[in-house]
Structure formats: structure tokens, C-alpha cells
């Protein structure tokens, strides 16, 4: 024989006793047991406090009626979403190193010193996993070791593989000193991904260094153009973005917006 007792509903009291001990979290799914308890659980009464506690700049006391109208648990709900898209993690980029050339050309007003094209995958990658690539054995030389400064152009493009696309990352002049133990450092401001205008700042630099060393053939000393690098710079923190984040900002340029 079973006994069948009805189910009583929790005073009101009782519910909004035990609301107070309760999470948002929590208190957000009790409110979808049922239409009373929506109403207990979603009150002003619980949701004012947590809702100053964790988003205080969402609470208007000077507005008036034009923002009081917006329950607190709903003013909760908009700050709890902001708040994780600010730390949400971007997705994967489309683009990887494997689909990119780097050419790079290095000249004076008299000659060219040095054209590199290298595929990404040829690059000597960063141990700490940062968008600064190494391109070594560039095997320019200066027929003398007398220190000479000169005046310089530098161009750097990223060609998507096929000559799908081209982005320039650098296009810039300045002086290098050729001698041994020397460092040319060139930085240019990169462009706003499309979705601003010009006028927005991107905060990161393309970011090129010159290494230059000594060598002696037949008794004749020889400066030696030993190593270059690329990256990508923020200025924010004055550091290396990520090989990612590198490629994310690229794939802006480079890869065509679905429609």
C-alpha cells in the first residue's frame, strides 16, 4: 500500500531565508524550479546586494526610473556575460607558419645588400614560443672592415603561399653601422586590423634587428651581415606577441572575410 502525501510548496520566508546562503550560480537555477520560485529567487531584495558587490558600475542610483525599469538579477546577468567575453580565449588562427613566406630586402641607395625569401617552417622559432623568428646564414659581406655608416631601406612582406595575398609588415629607412659586433634595429607601426579605422592604433610594432659580424678570407678582414630578425612587438608591454596572436593579426590581412 503506498502513501501518497501531496508536496507542499516552501513558505516564502523559508525560500528567501535560505536564498540569502546561496550563490548566484546556484540561486540562478533554483529560480528555474518553478514560477514561484522565480519569483522568490529572482527578487530585488537578493539580487541588489550581489549584484553591487560584483558589478558596482552597473548600479545607477542617480538615473532614475530610465535604468530601474532592468530587474538586479538581470543587471547581474549582463555583467556576469561582459565580463567573461573580456577574458573569453580567442579561437584557433586559421592561418598557420606553414602558409606563410617572409621576404625580406635590405638595399642602399647603390646596391642591394640582401633579399631573403624564407617558408615559415624554415624560420628558427623563439624558445619561448613568441612571434620573433631568426633567419641565419644571410651571407652578405662588406669588402672591408672599416666601420661605415650608411643610410638603409627596408622592406619586409608576408606572402600567403600561392600568392594568395601579400601584407607588408615594414617599408622604412634608416642608418646601420657595418661593422663588426654592430646591431641595426628597425621598428614600424603596424596597421588597425580591418574592422577599424586607421585612426585606431593597433599597439603593436613590426619589429626587424640586423647582426653583423667579422670574417677573415685570404688575410682580408670582411664585415658579415650574420643573422636577422622578425617579430612582432606590443607596445604595450613592450614584448614579443605570440606565434597566435601573431597569426591572428595577420589572417585579418591576409585571408579573405567569409560573407
Same mark, same amino acid.
Given at each position: ?14 525560500? #528567501?531565508? %535560505? ?8 540561486? #540562478? ?44 538579477? +538581470? ?7 561582459? #565580463? ?13 607558419? *606553414? *602558409? ?25 622559432? @623563439? ?8 633567419? @641565419?646564414?644571410? *651571407? ?74 667579422? +670574417?677573415?678570407?685570404?688575410? %682580408?678582414?670582411? %664585415? ?14 613592450? +614584448? ?20
Amino acid at each position: 500500500m503506498s502513501l501518497n502525501f501531496p508536496i507542499k510548496t516552501p513558505p516564502w520566508e523559508v525560500l #528567501a531565508l %535560505v536564498a540569502h546562503y546561496l550563490d548566484p550560480k546556484t540561486l #540562478a537555477i533554483a529560480s528555474c524550479v518553478c514560477k514561484y520560485w522565480f519569483i522568490s529567487m529572482s527578487s530585488d531584495y537578493l539580487w541588489k546586494p550581489i549584484c553591487n558587490t560584483h558589478f558596482p558600475n552597473l548600479h545607477f542610483t542617480d538615473l532614475g526610473e530610465q535604468v530601474h525599469h532592468v530587474p538586479y538579477h +538581470r543587471l547581474y546577468a549582463i555583467g556576469h556575460t561582459a #565580463a567573461k567575453r573580456r577574458v573569453r580565449t580567442p579561437c584557433k588562427p586559421k592561418l598557420s607558419l *606553414n *602558409n606563410l613566406i617572409f621576404i625580406i630586402n635590405i638595399r642602399t641607395k647603390s646596391s642591394n645588400i640582401v633579399t631573403i625569401a624564407k617558408p615559415g617552417e624554415e624560420l628558427i622559432f @623563439d624558445p619561448n614560443g613568441v612571434f620573433k623568428f631568426d633567419v @641565419d646564414n644571410v *651571407n652578405y659581406e662588406c669588402s672591408s672592415m672599416v666601420a661605415v655608416l650608411e643610410d638603409v631601406k627596408i622592406t619586409w612582406n608576408v606572402v600567403l603561399s600561392g600568392w594568395k595575398g601579400v601584407f607588408t609588415m615594414m617599408d622604412c629607412e634608416g642608418k646601420v653601422s657595418f661593422s663588426p659586433g654592430a646591431e641595426g634595429w628597425f621598428s614600424e607601426e603596424l596597421p588597425s586590423p580591418g574592422c577599424c579605422s586607421g585612426a585606431v592604433a593597433s599597439g603593436v610594432v613590426a619589429d626587424l634587428k640586423l647582426g653583423f659580424c667579422s +670574417r677573415r678570407e685570404s688575410g %682580408v678582414g670582411k %664585415v658579415k651581415v650574420d643573422k636577422v630578425s622578425v617579430g612582432i612587438l606590443s607596445i604595450v608591454n613592450w +614584448r614579443y606577441v605570440s606565434v597566435d596572436d601573431g597569426l591572428r593579426y595577420l589572417q585579418h590581412f591576409l585571408v579573405p572575410c567569409d560573407d
